[in-house]
């Protein structure tokens, strides 16, 4: 599987960006499927996860309430919409495939597949 990210752009705090992944060379639907973003200067870290089939879902406490992580399994294709964007989301963000649960997707250590980042920019 191939992942491409795509939808990353500059906007205004309190602006909201759509996010796509687009995977390709086999069917998305065989992995659960996640965000994860890393800020300049800064780590990695786990944003959004949904299972194969998108009955569940989880997310980094600073972003519930405000993003919404879903799937297209006819389109092989996930998606992160994103709210309410603050300064302090600013980042590139990768999407990942992994065959591990939902829950342990928030390590990195569970995923197989990483795709290429598209960065966000939120201006104050």
């Known amino acids: 599987v191939q992942l491409q990210a795509s939808g990353g752009g500059l906007v205004q705090a309190g602006g909201s960006l759509r996010l796509s992944c687009a995977a390709s060379?086999?069917?998305?639907?065989?992995?659960?499927m996640g965000w994860f973003r890393q800020a300049p200067g800064k780590e990695r870290e786990f944003v959004a996860a949904?299972?194969?089939?998108?009955?569940?879902?989880t997310y980094t406490d600073s972003v519930k309430g405000r993003f919404i992580i879903s799937r297209d399994n006819a389109k092989n294709t996930v998606y992160l919409q994103m709210n309410s964007l603050k300064p302090e989301d600013t980042a590139v963000y990768y999407c990942?495939?992994?065959?591990?649960?939902?829950?342990?997707?928030?390590?990195?250590?569970?995923?197989?597949?990483w795709g290429q980042g598209t960065e966000v920019t939120v201006s104050s």
């Open positions: 990942a495939a992994s065959s591990a649960t939902v829950q342990a997707m928030a390590f990195m250590t569970s995923i197989n597949i």
């Open positions: 060379g086999r069917t998305v639907s065989s992995y659960g």
């Open positions: 949904i299972s194969q089939y998108g009955g569940y879902t």
